[in-house]
């Protein structure tokens, strides 16, 4: 697909679901020229939610992907993402969306390995057989 933004207004949209964040997006592109995006995420509108936005840089070249990490705090809603301003087209292959999976990270046993401190041990209690 090609698209050519003039003065930054046109964009791609897409609806989510009920997709929550913090996502990223990649976008498999290529670009005549250097030019700065963004990609916007309008969240729980009927909720009172305010758009919110991140930017990325587009460099001239082949096709070449490109993540964009969106730190979004609950539903995603609809999605924009604005291709830089360009009086040439920039063409766009794929677009992902992937969730960001929260880490928790629990030091179990701070005097030995981790793979030590994840591996349980048992002692048996006094009367138990």
Do not use: C
């Amino acid at each position: 697909m090609s698209s050519k933004a003039e003065a930054g207004v046109a964009f791609l949209g897409h609806g989510t679901g009920k997709t929550n964040g913090p996502v990223t997006v990649s976008i498999r592109l290529r670009s005549p020229s250097d030019g700065a995006g963004k990609i916007e995420w309008l969240g729980d509108v009927e909720a009172g939610a305010q758009p919110k936005s991140v930017s990325f840089n587009i460099h001239v070249g082949d096709w070449s992907e490109l993540k964009v990490a969106m730190p979004a705090d609950g539903l995603l809603g609809t999605m924009r993402l604005y291709l830089p301003a360009n009086p040439e087209s920039v063409d766009v292959d794929w677009i992902g969306l992937k969730r960001v999976r929260k880490k928790l990270v629990q030091n179990l046993n701070a005097g030995n390995s981790m793979r030590n401190s994840l591996t349980p041990s048992f002692k048996a209690l006094p009367g138990l057989p």
